[in-house]
T-cell receptor, first 109, second 116 residues
Framework: RKEVEQDPGPFNVPEGATVAFNCTYS??????FFWYRQDCRKEPKLLMS???SGNEDGRFTAQLNRASQYISLLIRDSKLSDSATYLC??????????FGAGTTVTVRA | DAGVIQSPRHEVTEMGQEVTLRCKPI?????LFWYRQTMMRGLELLIY????????DSGMPEDRFSAKMPNASFSTLKIQPSEPRDSAVYFC??????????????FGPGTRLTVT
């Protein structure tokens, strides 16, 4: 079983729509959780950390459910520039990141 | 500020040749990571250095792969001999790691390797 699993999508949404997707992780001892964003043929970049209480960063909301071992990301008022692959990332220790395969989001005009 | 610098950006080589990928981490960062990304396997950690010392090389596929970090500002990943299945994007990342806490990993632009 993969450590981090994501729905690959693609999620095709119109501008202004809300899109949400999840990922699940297998190791209950996982310590930290993140969403990274990767544009086509570019490097991954940290989008936001995910905290147990849930957190928002502008139009982005992340949630963590430790009991069910899943993480979610919600994007409100989608912009064309939100089109990217979103990588769910889980850490077991201070340095080792486990990446999901990514969820592709395409926002259309 | 300069981010993580990688060279070359693209490399095309023939099977059996030696390939050397280079990375310059962000100044002041004490941790360096080499990753490989393929469609089939996604992003995988190959090796992790802390203060120039290899800490975790469990992700290095086999003896054909080796990595060095001779100083805080330079690292290499070498493949010898290269094989077509090594074709992938290789990312270098760096971060600042303090006792019990790691900050964000910053990725370089990657080296797209094609082995024919």
């Amino acid at each position: 079983r993969k450590e981090v699993e994501q729905d690959p999508g693609p999620f095709n949404v119109p501008e202004g729509a809300t899109v949400a997707f999840n990922c699940t992780y297998s190791n209950s001892a996982s310590q930290s959780f993140f969403w990274y964003r990767q544009d086509c043929r570019k490097e991954p970049k940290l989008l936001m950390s995910v905290y147990s209480s849930g957190n928002e960063d502008g139009r982005f909301t992340a949630q963590l459910n430790r009991a069910s071992q899943y993480i979610s990301l919600l994007i409100r008022d989608s912009k064309l520039s939100d089109s990217a692959t979103y990588l769910c990332v889980v850490t077991l220790n201070d340095y080792k990141l486990s990446f999901g395969a990514g969820t592709t989001v395409t926002v259309r005009a | 500020d300069a981010g993580v610098i990688q060279s070359p950006r693209h490399e095309v080589t023939e099977m059996g040749q030696e390939v050397t990928l280079r990375c310059k981490p962000i100044s002041g960062h004490n941790s360096l990571f080499w990753y490989r990304q393929t469609m089939m396997r996604g992003l995988e950690l190959l090796i992790y250095f802390n203060n120039n010392v290899p800490i975790d090389d469990s992700g290095m596929p086999e003896d054909r792969f080796s990595a060095k970090m001779p100083n805080a500002s330079f690292s290499t990943l070498k493949i010898q001999p290269s094989e077509p299945r090594d074709s992938a994007v290789y990312f270098c990342a760096s971060s600042l790691e303090l006792t019990g806490f790691s900050y964000e990993q910053y990725f370089g632009p990657g080296t797209r390797l094609t082995v024919t």
